[in-house]
């Protein structure tokens, strides 16, 4: 077992939504290999017990949860099942993010509505619920918020989500002033182009690469990093976003 030293999340249990593939499941991989004891959700039962199986064959702990993030009752109940298993919860790590790419014209307010319930009112009372759990625990519990560069920049043909992960910034940023005298951490990542397995096609094709070589100070894809601000590392780091992206945003 590899040795994490402060970064070390022994002990600790998890919520990693959206984390039976991709980013999601990195992370949850990631988490679970620092000790923790992670919820794998998703929607479908069988991609979710696959990953959690995947983790467990690397050496690391973790549970089912299936649920539907923009499912009010859903959530509840799935907090629920981490109450009645014991042990409560210490980390939140909100992954799940709903994209869906064209001009804002064609945008009905339902489309507007659906992508919002997913991207931003779903981490908004996903924290509401994980708060109560930590704050009863009295644990020094962390919420971690995956936005996006797209929350930070913007582009065309893309505004929906570019408003959704603006806003899970200045959610992070509330909940971090108001969570913060009951010790919790609250900050958001926000990620670039992670090479992940739904990525693996873009992966492999060149105009990418060659993008991503123009396009950021690192000049390749980026490999998936929460640990950090889910760890005792990070005590004093609250209200933050981390852009894990190359140096996109900021590159000229």
């Known amino acids: 077992m590899q040795n994490f030293g402060p970064f070390s999340l022994t002990g600790q249990q998890a919520l990693v939504t959206g984390s039976s593939s991709g980013l999601g499941f990195e992370i949850a991989r990631l988490l679970a290999a620092a000790g923790a004891i992670v919820w794998v959700n998703g929607r479908r039962g069988e991609t979710v017990q696959k990953a959690v199986d995947e983790i467990a064959s690397d050496g690391g702990e973790a549970r089912a949860l299936v649920f539907d993030v923009a499912d009010e009752d859903a959530v509840a109940q799935a907090f629920d099942t981490i109450e009645n298993a014991g042990g409560g919860l210490d980390i939140l790590v909100n992954n799940v993010g709903l994209r869906d790419r064209r001009a804002f014209e064609d945008f009905t307010g339902a489309d507007l509505r659906r992508l ?9 009372l996903l924290a509401q619920h994980a708060a109560k759990m930590m704050t009863a625990k009295k644990s020094k519990g962390r919420i971690v918020n995956i936005s996006s560069i797209a929350g930070l920049i913007a582009q065309s043909g893309d505004a929906a989500y570019t408003t959704a992960k603006s806003g899970l910034i200045g959610l992070t940023r509330a909940l971090a002033a108001e969570l913060g005298p009951k ?46 601000l889910a760890s005792p590392a990070a005590s004093y780091v609250t209200g933050q976003v981390l852009a894990v992206d190359g140096g996109y945003v900021s590159h000229y």
Do not use: H, Y
């Open 183 to 228: 010790g919790i951490n609250v900050n958001a990542v926000a990620p670039g182009f992670f090479k992940t397995e739904p990525n693996r096609q873009a992966a492999a094709d060149p105009k990418i690469a060659d993008m991503l070589a123009r396009n950021t100070s690192l000049g390749r894809w980026a490999n998936p990093a929460v640990l950090f």
């Open 116 to 124: 919002l319930d997913v991207d931003l009112v779903a981490p908004f």
